[in-house]
C-alpha cells in the first residue's frame, strides 16, 4: 500500500536529504518520493507508522 505522509519542519534541500536517511533506517518501506513536506512511501501495513514517527522525531521533523 501507498502511505502519503505529512511532515512537518522541512524547509530546504538539507531537510529532504534528512528525512530520506531517517526513513531509509526503517525497514520494510519503499521511499517513492520525498519533497519538502511529504514523502511518500510503500508499505505491506501501516504498522510502520509508529516508528516512523519517531525516526522522523530524533531527525527533528514532525509527522503530522
Do not use: F, P
Not at 505529512?6 to 530520506?20: F, L, P, Q, R
Amino acid at each position: 500500500m501507498k502511505l502519503n505522509l505529512k511532515i512537518d519542519g522541512m524547509g530546504c534541500e538539507h531537510c529532504i536529504k534528512s528525512v530520506k536517511e531517517a526513513l531509509e533506517t526503517v525497514k520494510g518501506i519503499k521511499i517513492l518520493d520525498v519533497k519538502i513536506g511529504s514523502a511518500e512511501i510503500e508499505t505491506e501495513n501501516d504498522s510502520v507508522l509508529n516508528e516512523i514517527r519517531e525516526k522522523l522525531d530524533d531527525a527533528v521533523y514532525d509527522l503530522i
